[in-house]
């Protein structure tokens, strides 16, 4: 499953096989593909990120964003938005702060390079069997 935040980009949970000597493993790990405004990317390099076809992409659900912090969905849209909107400007000014999802990761710019790093418990709480194979890969 996925989630797409409009202006900035799509989360989605990817299952990976990886082959051993001794045998393979399928590990569960997140992945973000980025879809920004390219005007915002000038000079910025990021990693090309192929979500597979058969993974259900939802819309984010601003209700249940609403649910958790009291606040009305439209006021939560429009901080949604405006963040995005704040975070886009401050790329296209060459300002490279980070941008903290919690309990989920960071996206950050470094040298040039703009890529989502997963917290360590993100990956864990994806994959319990397998966890330092998921962390490897991510």
Request: proline letters at 6%; hydrophobic letters at 45%.
């Amino acid at each position: 499953q996925g989630v797409f935040v409009p202006g900035l980009g799509t989360f989605a949970v990817v299952h990976e096989q990886i082959n051993s000597t001794e045998e393979a493993y399928v590990v569960r790990r997140p992945v973000f593909q980025l879809d920004m405004d390219i005007s915002c990317l000038r000079e910025l390099v990021f990693p090309t990120v192929m979500i597979p076809g058969d993974i259900e992409i939802m819309p984010l659900d601003y209700w249940w964003l609403s649910q958790t912090n009291s606040l009305p969905p439209d006021v939560v849209r429009g901080c949604v938005e405006e963040t995005i909107l704040l975070y886009s400007f401050q790329l296209r000014t060459r300002q490279r702060l980070p941008f903290t999802f919690k309990n989920i990761g960071i996206l950050s710019c470094q040298d040039n390079v703009l890529c989502m790093q997963f917290h360590c418990s993100c990956i864990a709480g994806l994959e319990s069997r397998d966890i330092w194979v998921a962390l490897l890969l991510t």
